[in-house]
């Protein structure tokens, strides 16, 4: 944990930048401290080609960015990592959210882990290169 998913608007175009949007998050997360595992780190992407946003009357798109941790991390930890991450989407997007319209979001999803089954042995490599 934490998993990323991105979901956006087909109508971004080149104004997406997913992969660099990806690496962006991914690197926002590992420079949180050490509070998410970097071998657990997950992100993704989902273009959306049926939806509509508002009225429908514009070329309005959305970013809606849902992050999920494990349960258990304080408040102010949550919410710094919220706050990074939301703020790494927006300087992402700033020059697309000048130009059109452009609804931006980040959700916090805490998985329960009694409901959470995991293996990975990713994180063996992060071991190994301490």
């Known amino acids: 944990m934490p998993h990323v998913i991105v979901e956006y608007t087909d109508n971004l175009g080149a104004d997406a930048r997913i992969p660099v949007l990806l690496e962006t998050i991914n690197g926002t997360l590992i420079a949180q401290d050490g509070v ?28 809606h960015v849902t992050l999920k941790i494990g349960a258990g991390r304080a408040d102010a ?8 991450l939301f703020d790494a989407v927006k300087a992402h997007f700033a020059d697309a959210f000048s130009r059109r319209y452009l ?17 990975n042995n990713i994180h063996d490599r992060f071991r190994r290169e301490r």
Do not use: M, Q, W
């Open 36 to 63: 998410y595992p970097t071998g657990g780190i997950r992100s993704r992407a989902i273009e959306l080609h049926n939806y509509r946003v508002a009225d429908g009357k514009e070329d309005d798109a959305f970013v």
């Open 77 to 84: 930890v949550k919410k710094r990592t919220c706050d990074t």
């Open 103 to 119: 609804a931006l979001s980040l959700e916090l999803v805490e998985f329960n882990e009694s409901g959470s089954h995991k293996r």
